[in-house]
């Protein structure tokens, strides 16, 4: 993520989906025009993990549920779906969060399938 020069790793491999985890990473920028420096590294933190969330949303859209119709066409049909998935998608845990030279931020967000499970989702194994 982070090399030890403080820079972001030009390459790195994602997390995706494991057997019980959904892993996203989430990179944010910090506001440069900000004097303060915990101000800087707040802002890019939390804009990295509103990056993180979209991301998790990206792969939960590509899960396959049972019946073969992907999440992504449920929630097209069903907006108690979609607000469900969105809440549990905002509870994801942060696993890792590391700080670049410039104040940029780089997270890791962790969503149990379980989780998923419990908003409704039957999601195929």
Same mark, same amino acid.
Do not use: H, P
């Given at each position: 993520?982070?090399?030890?020069?403080?820079?972001?790793?030009?390459?790195?491999?994602?997390?995706?989906?494991?057997?019980?985890?959904?892993? @996203?990473?989430?990179?944010? *920028? *910090?506001?440069?025009?900000?004097?303060?420096?915990?101000?800087?590294? $707040?802002? $890019?933190?939390?804009?990295?993990?509103?990056?993180?969330?979209?991301?998790?949303?990206?792969?939960?859209? &590509?899960?396959?549920?049972? &019946?073969?119709? %992907?999440?992504?066409?449920?929630?097209?049909?069903?907006?108690?779906?979609?607000?469900?998935?969105?809440?549990?998608?905002?509870? @994801?845990?942060?696993?890792? %969060?590391?700080?670049?030279?410039?104040?940029?931020?780089?997270?890791?967000?962790?969503? %149990?399938?379980? %989780?998923?499970? *419990?908003? &409704?989702?039957?999601?195929?194994?």
């Amino acid at each position: 993520m982070i090399s030890k020069n403080g820079e972001l790793n030009r390459e790195w491999t994602e997390e995706g989906i494991t057997k019980n985890y959904i892993f @996203a990473r989430g990179i944010g *920028a *910090a506001d440069q025009t900000l004097t303060n420096k915990t101000q800087r590294m $707040a802002t $890019a933190r939390n804009a990295a993990i509103v990056n993180g969330q979209y991301n998790i949303l990206s792969f939960v859209k &590509g899960v396959q549920l049972e &019946g073969g119709v %992907s999440v992504a066409k449920a929630i097209e049909t069903d907006s108690i779906l979609a607000t469900k998935i969105n809440n549990v998608i905002k509870g @994801a845990e942060i696993v890792r %969060s590391s700080w670049s030279n410039d104040d940029g931020c780089v997270v890791v967000l962790r969503l %149990s399938k379980t %989780s998923l499970r *419990a908003a &409704g989702l039957k999601i195929a194994e």
